[in-house]
């Protein structure tokens, strides 16, 4: 199978850095699904904070898109035990479990560690999954999809990206089955573009537990949506207009903390990634470069081509290694290595 990598130290090739090996595709180590897969969350591995008994510990999350003929569904699979590849593999795939399938499409999800459910943005609106029952619940109904979500405040609130550039913040407190009825909302907005002196004045309706004052406006479909693990009142937002900002959910009406300028975009779903320390923004364009940001000052620090095609996913390394170099003494030892896929293939970046 072939691969694609690179090593990338402060913008410049280093062919001595180390980057992880070949990537072999095994015989019988796919499965064909109804529709393309959508989304993809890996739950918690086993830490102190976590039960060994916990039903999250080594599971993974995955949703397929939906077809013309049917919905799409939510799977997890668990990996507690190593995957084998070689003659056990249906022993794997039989732990490949459908929760519960939709009538819509499902274009995003994420994994809530704490509840163990997942939450589902579709072309109807927010869902809500508990994973061992399958039960599902609406907390979100409007007429624009949701392309991206962010669970914040420990779980109490969801933010979700729609179609219609808007960002909505939804209290997930109050519970509701599928046949409740929510609290309506018209959503006022004053919407600017990049051009000067351009304003339109419009609204639009959804239903759920809305914070009204709560809600942004971007200049066109909202592509992503990440928010600070040290500091979760922070998030960035990306539109399929290029545009990539920082906003304080304590201050949302007084616009955009940060921008982040020289990205390009005009009509993909791209990915953002942020570093495990929470300095750096990374995201690829529609130019085929990749670009990181810093978040604080909202300064470009990297511009490098190295794909022919756009970079659409990027995933950081999700936890800081410790070596030991004698008894009970430890170094830090962190890396911006990042995972970066493309229709090209998949490239490994390391920026220390």
Known sequence: MPYCMKSNIKGKEDGHSKVPGPLFRHNGASLHMSSRISCIRLGPNLAPHVASDSPIVGNALFTTLGSETSGGSVYTISLVEPIDLGAGILNTWSRLEEITSFMCTLWTAEYDYNRHRAII?????????????????????????????????????????????????????????????????????????????????????????????????????????????????????????????????????????????????????????????????MSGGEDCKLRIWSIKSGELLLEDKFSNSVLTTVCYQSFKKFKAEEENQYTYNSSLGAWLGSYEGLFYMDWQ
């Open 121 to 281: 943005g579709t072309n109807q609106g927010g869902a809500s999954v508990d994973l061992e029952s399958g039960t599902r619940s609406w907390f979100l109904r409007c007429k624009s999809d949701v392309f991206a979500q962010q669970i914040v405040d420990s779980g109490n609130v969801v933010l979700c990206g729609l179609r219609n550039g808007e960002v909505v913040s939804v209290d997930f407190r109050k519970k509701r089955l599928l046949s409740s009825r929510f609290p309506e909302h018209r959503i006022s907005y004053v919407s600017s573009d990049k051009r000067v002196g351009s304003s339109n004045q419009g609204g639009f309706k959804l239903a759920g537990n809305i914070y009204p004052s709560h809600t942004i406006k971007m200049p066109s479909s909202i592509s992503c949506l990440a928010s600070l693990k040290y500091d979760d009142q922070y998030f960035l937002a990306s539109s399929v207009d290029g545009s990539i900002k920082l906003y304080d959910r304590r201050m949302l009406q007084r616009g955009a903390v940060q921008s982040y300028e020289g990205h390009v975009n005009s009509h993909t779903q791209i990915q953002l990634g942020v570093d495990p320390d929470e300095r750096y923004v």
